[in-house]
């Protein structure tokens, strides 16, 4: 810390809200730019070699405006991180600076007095004024004890300081690099039209760049999250490299160490009938790691990012999920009159290739203990409200930099158009966003849909088909839990 900084927090974390908000108006904006796009390259009624070209260039604005997407949520990312960081104590380094000059000459006095006294305690000639004068050196060492201690708590304040330098030094330097590669390719696409022809070079660098950077920063492009099936697919798929080491995760726990290659398949296919709740963890430690993956890998002992042989990068879901539902299915906490303890449940489920799925408590306890068991901190809440009132406490925990599980039953999901996507029982989710008009955006089976909160089905259950409609969410906060 240098005599002239200043930190603050109440201003910063003002600052640091009024950019998050304003940043999600430029996302609505861009929202609807790329609405139109999309509207205008699907209108039936323009036929036409030229329109065809079109199409092709505004597909690449279209991942333009993606990648600007991207770089917006990097920056709000990184403005709450900064929020965050910044503590509750203003750090005034000219007061600082005074506060420790003053408190070293203090000491410095202190001591002489000290040693005056010792002096003089020596060359007493009388009992009384010896026992006085080494009361008095006494004194004035106490004094230049505390003056020490109030150094070492002027400058541990300046310290602090250097740590939040320190720990914000690398923010925004993610949105950089888009910005960079959003340029490139605006360069690109200005230069593709040869004589009335969009040449879309597929191999073009700064697509898969732009690409491979958002699967490292947030969902988007290829990557809409986790997909409870995902993992008996790649069984199904029956490659030996797969195979292998799926079967190494899951007889790494005891309740499945003897599982024969028949009993692994009906245990992923007891994953895909109630596996939500676990991809919605999946999904929320992914989304909590994608910019720290280096830990997420010493944390859970593998890289959270793989590569397909054409370079493009992809989130390693499939044993994550497989993971969590291993370390965590069937578990539940009971009580004695002396002690909780965990059992494994082998009587919980339907039958050994259809699962019950998770309760809200099963998730708050299950997901709990998964981290736990990696030394990660996370609490998560149930939080009670009418329907009516689910969208403005999505976002208020949001903006607190909580996630978000959402269960509903029975299941009205729509795709971005809002025609209805899938209409079945209850299914856990995670929200990836809100949009304008209301809804909610979730990650389902792999794919983006969105929720209505104010479908009937929820804010009137007695009128549904369904007995014991309900919409519900829960916040999932990474670290100790505030005081």
């Not at 108006?25 to 323009?46: C, K, N, Q, S, Y």
């Not at 149930?382 to 299941?411: H, K, L």
């Amino acid at each position: 810390m240098q005599r002239s900084d200043y930190l603050n927090p109440a201003d910063l974390k003002s600052q640091c809200t009024g950019a998050v908000r304003r940043m999600e108006e430029d996302m609505l904006v861009l929202e609807a730019v790329g609405r139109g796009i999309d509207t205008f390259a699907g209108d039936p009624e323009i036929e036409s070699e030229s329109f065809d070209a079109l199409k092709q260039q505004l597909a690449d604005y279209h991942m333009v405006i993606e990648a600007m997407k991207l770089a917006n949520q990097a920056d709000m990312a990184d403005f709450r991180c900064l929020s965050d960081s910044a503590g509750s104590e203003v750090l005034d380094g000219e007061r600082l600076f005074d506060q420790m000059e003053n408190a070293l000459r203090m000491r410095e006095s202190y001591l002489t007095s000290e040693e005056t006294y010792k002096s003089k305690m020596k060359m007493a000639k009388e009992p009384a004024l010896t026992v006085y004068y080494q009361w008095k050196a006494r004194q004035y060492g106490a004094l230049a004890k505390n003056s020490e201690s109030l150094y070492e708590r002027w400058r541990r304040k300046t310290e602090r300081f250097d740590e939040i330098e320190a720990w914000t030094g690398g923010l925004f330097k993610d949105s950089e690099g888009i910005t960079a590669l959003i340029r490139k390719g605006m360069t690109e696409i200005s230069g593709a039209f040869q004589n009335g022809t969009y040449v879309q070079r597929e191999d073009d660098e700064w697509r898969r760049q732009i690409m491979n950077a958002g699967v490292r920063l947030a969902m988007g492009f290829e990557d809409e999250g986790g997909d409870q099936n995902a993992p008996y697919r790649l069984w199904q798929r029956g490659f030996d490299s797969d195979r292998a080491y799926m079967r190494e995760l899951i007889h790494s726990y005891e309740e499945y160490a003897d599982y024969t290659d028949e009993e692994i398949e009906e245990l992923l296919m007891k994953l895909n009938s109630e596996g939500c709740g676990y991809v919605a963890f999946a999904n929320i430690i992914v989304d909590e790691y994608r910019r720290k993956d280096e830990e997420f890998k010493r944390i859970f002992g593998y890289p959270l990012f793989l590569e397909n042989v054409n370079g493009y990068t992809y989130v390693d879901y499939n044993r994550l999920i497989l993971d969590i539902y291993c370390a965590v299915d069937n578990h539940k906490k009971v009580k004695n009159l002396w002690q909780e303890y965990d059992i494994y449940d082998e009587n919980e489920d339907i039958s050994p290739v259809s699962g019950r799925g998770t309760t809200p408590e099963d998730r708050i306890y299950r997901f709990e203990r998964y981290m736990d068991s990696h030394d990660v901190p996370v609490r998560i809440e149930n939080i009670e409200c009418a329907p009516d009132e689910v969208y403005q406490r999505c976002r208020e925990e949001a903006e607190r930099g909580n996630r978000v599980i959402i269960s509903t039953c029975p299941v009205r999901l729509e795709d971005k158009e809002g025609e209805p996507a899938q209409m079945d029982g209850g299914h856990a989710m995670t929200v990836t966003g809100l949009t304008s008009d209301g809804r909610i955006e979730v990650s389902s089976w792999g794919e983006k849909y969105y929720i209505s909160p104010e479908d009937p089905d929820y804010t009137s259950p007695e009128k549904s088909r369904t007995q014991n409609a309900y919409i519900r969410i829960q916040s999932v906060r990474f670290g100790e839990a505030d005081e």
